[in-house]
């Protein structure tokens, strides 16, 4: 079956860098990807959408200078985290849609932490 | 705007049995999904079951069906014969109907199954 790839799983940095999160479809085209992040014991709150080969869609709320999402094709979608910060220490997950599917797939999420 | 209510935050059942895990939605679209994903510790989100609003029939696969009473805004989840393997985080979901949309999450229900 269709699979969505994200690395990496777990990541540590410190403050003031940038991380960079990939996700991946596997074996099929995305033609959107999604990303969602999760705090402790909370629920999957949508970030962005990007689509391929244009600006992503960033949720009220979100800054998009500080998340770079780049989805220039059809099987890679990244978020970058620029100037991390203790508060964005989180869980990041990605879900990848086909051409008129539904996102039902999605990576294995990716731990960041900030120190 | 959609919203989805899950309103256990946590469940227990015994190995064998059947359990219930209740999902209501507030949406102002004509046309939607629902969707239901189990998280295990590990943090990936595994796709069990999906429901389109204008689907007749309850949706099933394989332990797993959707309870659909679209006048009361319910979307329960049933999972027939609970094993072990089943205790993980389960959120309810609302989206778009066969195309690729971004999801809502629930807050989620913490199942577990015991011996």
């Known amino acids: 079956g269709a699979v969505v790839s994200q690395h990496p799983s777990r990541v540590i940095c410190k403050s003031g860098t940038s991380v960079k999160i990939e996700c991946r479809s596997l074996?099929?085209?995305?033609?959107?990807m999604f990303w969602y992040r999760q705090f402790p014991k909370q629920s999957l709150m949508l970030m962005a959408t990007?689509?391929?080969?244009?600006?992503?869609?960033?949720e009220q709320g979100v800054e998009k200078d500080k998340f770079l999402i780049n989805h220039a094709s059809l099987t890679l979608s990244t978020l970058t985290v620029t100037s991390a910060h203790p508060e964005d220490s989180s869980f990041y997950i990605c879900?990848?849609?086909?051409?008129?599917?539904?996102?039902?797939?999605f990576g294995n999420g990716t731990r960041l932490t900030v120190t | 705007a959609q919203k989805i209510t899950q309103t256990q935050p946590g469940m227990f059942v015994q190995e064998k049995e059947a359990v219930t895990l209740d999902c209501t939605y507030d949406?102002?679209?004509?046309?939607?999904?629902l969707f239901w994903y189990k998280q295990p510790s590990s943090g990936e989100m595994i796709f069990l079951i999906y429901?389109?609003?204008?689907?007749?029939q309850n949706a099933t696969e394989g332990r797993y069906s959707l309870n659909f009473q679209k006048a009361r805004k319910s979307a329960n989840l049933v999972i027939s014969a609970s094993q072990l393997g089943d205790s993980a985080m389960y959120f309810c979901a609302s989206g778009g109907t066969g195309t690729a949309s971004k999801l809502t999450f629930g807050t989620g229900t913490r199942l577990q199954v015991t011996l």
């Open positions: 879900s990848a849609a086909t051409r008129g599917g539904s996102p039902l797939h």
């Open positions: 074996d099929f085209q995305a033609t959107t």
């Open positions: 949406t102002s679209d004509p046309s939607y999904g």
């Open positions: 990007s689509n391929e080969g244009s600006k992503a869609t960033y």
């Open positions: 429901q389109g609003s204008y689907d007749q």
